[in-house]
């Protein structure tokens, strides 16, 4: 099933053209600390791509809606391995059909998979990405998820990640819809520090 892709990706922002003005050496990667100051603030537009890997993703990104139409289509048959279902089969706004009605609550309606493009990070830190069947609940015009959804989340990153890598070295955050390189998938992203060089064994 194609998906109509108008406005649903979205990579050209001032950010990133502040950035690839820039040399990887110029650049200044996000260190734990730093993170937590913009996860806390929900500064999340804050969050920048190394130069080299900046300019590498928006080619792809370019190159995939040429192939595939757009990177949707790319992410759905390619990394996720879903395929949409009938609305009538579906819960409102999603286009998947779920095991479960309640989400992250049965691995069939989640994949975990590492982010192919993560965001300049110091060494020792992982991006992953959770995908999602299910829809979040959004707060305001920005897309903020809900403190219902918020709260979900946190449950799941607290059984799932937490505690194996300690609270300590897990931080989360779900972009609001504005800045979503992906609006038509529900995910969120997953930060792992000093993991132990065995992360995608560890994700299975």
Request: aromatic share 10%; charged share 25%.
């Amino acid at each position: 099933m194609a998906l109509n892709g108008k406005n649903s990706e979205s990579f050209d922002t001032d950010r990133d053209r502040q950035i690839l003005n820039l040399t990887d050496q110029e650049y200044q990667p996000h260190t734990w600390e730093n993170l937590k100051h913009l996860i806390g603030n929900n500064n999340l537009h804050l969050l920048s791509r190394y130069p080299s890997q900046l300019q590498k993703y928006r080619q792809w990104s370019t190159e995939t809606k040429q192939t595939w139409g757009t990177v949707t289509n790319f992410v759905l048959k390619n990394r996720l391995h879903w395929e949409p279902s009938p609305p009538e089969l579906c819960q409102s706004g999603s286009m998947f059909r779920t095991r479960n009605e309640k989400p992250l609550s049965d691995p069939d309606d989640y994949k975990i998979l590492v982010n192919d493009w993560p965001y300049g990070l110091d060494k020792g830190i992982s991006h992953i990405i959770v995908w999602l069947k299910h829809r979040l609940q959004s707060t305001d015009e920005r897309g903020d998820i809900t403190p219902e959804s918020r709260h979900l989340i946190e449950a799941f990153v607290e059984s799932r990640f937490c505690a194996k890598y300690g609270a300590e070295n897990v931080l989360w955050f779900r972009n609001w819809t504005g800045i979503q390189s992906v609006k038509s998938l529900e995910h969120f992203h997953v930060l792992l520090r000093d993991d132990d060089g065995r992360l995608e064994e560890n994700l299975r």
